[in-house]
């Protein structure tokens, strides 16, 4: 195993958590949590495959991922801005949903329990897991990107300047004539775009959609946000430390060296230790969670 | 304030009804059924015969412990959103207590040390994340969630590595005092799970109830969850309840375990939980953390997962993980608009 084919393979399984962590950053710096990006990216997933297997397009399949996507953000946000509900029960609730209603659609679309039909994707068919095939998808440029650019948005744009505003101390935001809802929902309908991304790129590159595909993807992402302390950057080399250890582990599986398990609990073991201060404390956006009259 | 509460708690349920028959029904319309029809198989399968009405006794038993364990970290102001992990570390650890003991034992002796130990399995996964919060901060939302998926992995370790027998995903079986199911006593209930764990989730609904609504320490709980600062001023170790409550919490989700563990299938297997952890969030929820609305919300829920076993041949049962979810957001969306409407009624 070549250093070129252990940094694809990195970078491979590091492009969803990169786009769904992204996209955590926004939410939870408007001060929303982030706990349905599990939901955003099988949904993603799931509306990703259908619109490209109707549409004949991966492209079409990447509209109709967003279209998904956007809307349980803002099923999200509408339940938790204006009906001020309990941002943790929703974010669970969005998750168990979006099982439920994938798994029930494959049924009624697909007639099957288990996965869809084979449905176009990026590239050639079987282009191998080399370089190339990685260079050839559009979604690998845009998880890479969407990094700096959200970078720019939060930090140098009049958006992000409020996205953080209302993250931190929406009261003062309202006082200086800023509508906090307006921005929270545009936030979570980003968070939902990029993190319907990171699943369609899962549906996509393996040509199908199955049921419960991201397996937690979605979770690594949140707690790569958390250990990136809420920062594009940061949270993004968290997203490709964990894809590290995976790829890692996938190479010594043959030599048992180190269980899968035990790799397993790395994003979420570093995820603690970072929430209990050990290297320094992660401090959460102050409004985080919290309603606005 | 009595009739308030009451107001309080039936309100946002009605909601909740009616947005999931509304999406209940597009589902099943949209699979080109009846709705009436699918309805009644639903109420046949579970409530209509011994054997369904067994099955969501089971279900409903595993999914009280569960509850509980949520509403009592919930009262003390904490989101426990790791019952799944400690429901099954109670699993695995009164199984390991399980294979140890002699086979000879009376009942009345193990039933005692499988309590004990389902409740430190759950109990030691569930108090880390309190020390953490009290020690440091660390939000309990987060550090449960990332325990689940450590416990869980340790917990798949474990079995694979060591206690599996080969070919399954489970543990050898175990002998000593298995615990007698309903249809020993009760013949219609034959083939179904429910078994004599469900007493001891009566047991445990009462003993909760008791400890928040009549002791000192549910007392200092329930004041620590409604303000911290004022309980804290009061003279109330916030750090300490904190501890106390998950622990109390994920002790309770572990004694969950044993209904499967002891009560059903006599071994553990890898995965047992399989989301009666998450449940427990909906079942508080909607019952209102009180653990009389815990056992009634634990029916419901029960009754809608096997109701989707009973309709599964018409349409996909998947259809009640959906309505579950739905239940879960209307109650979740309806709960403050319905307090402030209250309040300004007033």
């Not at chain 2, 904490?78 to 009164?94: D, T």
């Not at chain 2, 002790?251 to 299938?265: R, T």
């Amino acid at each position: 195993m070549t250093a070129l084919a252990f940094a694809a393979q990195t970078l491979r399984i590091a492009i969803p958590y990169l786009l769904a962590a992204v996209g955590g950053v926004i939410s939870e710096r408007s001060g929303l949590i982030a706990l349905g990006l599990e939901g955003y990216m099988l949904g993603g997933a799931f509306c990703g495959a259908v619109a490209s297997f109707y549409g004949g397009s991966a492209w079409i399949g990447l509209a109709g991922a967003a279209v998904g996507g956007v809307a349980l953000a803002l099923l999200y946000a509408a339940t938790a801005i204006r009906f001020r509900a309990d941002q943790v029960v929703v974010g669970i609730a969005i998750n168990l949903l979006v099982i439920g209603t994938t798994r029930f659609f494959l049924r009624l679309a697909f007639h099957s329990s288990a996965n869809s039909p084979r449905v176009p994707g990026f590239g050639a068919e079987r282009s191998g897991t080399g370089v190339l095939s990685l260079a050839g998808n559009p979604l690998v440029w845009v998880a890479i990107a969407s990094v700096p650019i959200v970078a720019w948005l939060l930090y140098r744009t009049p958006f992000g300047l409020r996205v953080r505003a209302v993250g931190e101390h929406p009261d003062a935001a309202t006082s200086v004539g800023i509508r906090v809802p307006r921005v929270r929902y545009r936030a979570a309908a980003l968070s939902g775009v990029l993190a319907s991304f990171g699943g369609a790129y899962l549906a996509l590159d393996q040509h199908q959609f199955s049921a419960e595909m991201t397996a937690g993807r979605g979770f690594i992402a949140l707690a790569a946000v958390i250990f990136g302390r809420w920062d594009p950057f940061r949270a993004a080399l968290a997203c490709v430390f964990f894809a590290a250890a995976e790829s890692l582990q996938i190479q010594l599986q043959g030599s048992q060296a180190i269980p899968s398990q035990f790799v397993e609990m790395i994003p979420y073991a570093l995820t603690i230790v970072a929430l209990a201060g050990v290297v320094g404390r992660a401090v959460p956006p102050a409004a985080l969670g919290r309603p606005v009259e | 304030m009595r009739r308030r509460a009451a107001d309080e708690a039936i309100f946002p349920a009605v909601v909740a009804l009616l947005v999931a028959a509304i999406v209940g029904d597009a589902l099943i319309l949209s699979f080109g059924q009846n709705p009436g029809t699918v309805y009644r198989l639903l109420i046949e399968g579970t409530w209509g015969n011994a054997y369904g009405l067994g099955q969501v006794l089971y279900k409903a038993t595993t999914l009280t412990f569960t509850g509980l364990a949520v509403a009592v970290g919930l009262r003390a102001g904490l989101f426990n959103i790791g019952a799944e992990s400690q429901l099954a570390a109670g699993g695995f650890v009164a199984a390991l207590v399980g294979l140890v003991l002699p086979s000879g034992l009376p009942a009345l002796v193990t039933l005692p040390l499988y309590v004990l130990a389902a409740a430190a399995g759950g109990g030691a996964v569930g108090v880390l994340p309190g020390v953490l919060k009290a020690k440091f901060g660390a939000h309990e939302v987060i550090t449960t969630i990332m325990l689940n998926f450590i416990v869980l992995a340790l917990l798949n370790y474990l079995t694979a590595a060591h206690l599996k027998v080969p070919g399954s995903l489970h543990t050898a079986e175990i002998h000593a005092g298995a615990l007698p199911r309903l249809s020993a006593m009760f013949a219609p209930f034959h083939g179904s799970a429910a078994n004599v764990v469900i007493v001891i989730a009566a047991a445990a609904s009462v003993l909760t109830g008791w400890f928040l609504f009549r002791t000192r320490r549910g007392f200092e709980l329930r004041a620590a969850g409604l303000q911290p600062e004022a309980a804290e001023y009061g003279g109330v170790n916030v750090g300490g309840v904190w501890t106390r409550a998950l622990l109390l919490s994920g002790a309770l989700a572990g004694i969950g375990g044993l209904n499967f563990v002891l009560g059903y299938k006599h071994y553990y297997e890898e995965a047992f939980a399989s989301g009666a952890g998450f449940l427990g969030i909906a079942v508080a929820i909607v019952g209102r953390n009180h653990p009389l609305g815990v056992v009634l919300a634990a029916l419901a829920f029960a009754t809608i997962s096997q109701g989707g076993l009973a309709v599964n041949a018409v349409v996909p049962k998947q259809m009640v993980d959906v309505l579950q979810a739905v239940v879960i957001i209307a109650v979740a969306a309806s709960v403050p608009g319905v307090r402030r409407m209250l309040r300004t009624a007033r």
